[in-house]
């Protein structure tokens, strides 16, 4: 496939992630926003990891790699954290938007640590 489908595919997994955060921050059903979030998520380690051996670096796994898959634990673990309110909705859309921003910047710049 071409490396344009993987890119898309990731933005659009991206926005799954973020539909089921709004989803689980502003109502009551759980589960529907779970299935967004999961589905995201799901997607968009499938394209993460398409982009990765696309671009022949998957072999290698260079550092910056390694924090965007911890930083993907994160943001999968976040809604845990909003249902047993734990942080309030406004510190995990907060900690969303930020982690989400420096995982795109790893992926856009991809430093060498």
Same mark, same amino acid.
Request: proline fraction near 4%.
């Given at each position: 496939?071409?490396?344009?489908?993987?890119?898309?595919?990731?933005?659009? #997994?991206?926005? =799954?992630?973020?539909?089921?955060? #709004?989803?689980?921050?502003?109502?009551?059903? %759980? /589960?529907?926003? *779970?299935?967004?979030? #999961?589905?995201?998520? +799901?997607?968009?380690?499938?394209? #993460? =990891?398409?982009?990765? &051996?696309?671009?022949?670096? =998957?072999?290698? *796994? $260079?550092?910056? +790699?390694?924090?965007?898959?911890? !930083?993907?634990? +994160? !943001?999968?673990?976040? $809604?845990?954290?909003? /249902?047993?309110?734990?942080?309030?909705?406004? %510190? +995990?859309?907060?900690? &969303?938007?930020?982690?989400?921003? =420096? *995982?795109?910047?790893?992926?856009? *710049?991809? $430093? %060498?640590?």
């Amino acid at each position: 496939m071409p490396l344009a489908i993987y890119h898309i595919a990731h933005i659009i #997994g991206l926005t =799954f992630v973020f539909i089921g955060f #709004g989803a689980l921050l502003s109502s009551d059903s %759980a /589960r529907s926003a *779970m299935k967004w979030h #999961g589905t995201g998520l +799901v997607i968009s380690l499938i394209s #993460g =990891f398409g982009l990765l &051996a696309k671009l022949q670096i =998957f072999a290698t *796994m $260079p550092t910056w +790699v390694w924090i965007k898959i911890a !930083l993907w634990l +994160v !943001l999968g673990f976040l $809604p845990v954290l909003a /249902r047993r309110r734990v942080l309030t909705p406004h %510190a +995990v859309i907060l900690l &969303a938007v930020i982690v989400a921003g =420096f *995982m795109g910047y790893l992926g856009y *710049m991809k $430093p %060498a640590f």
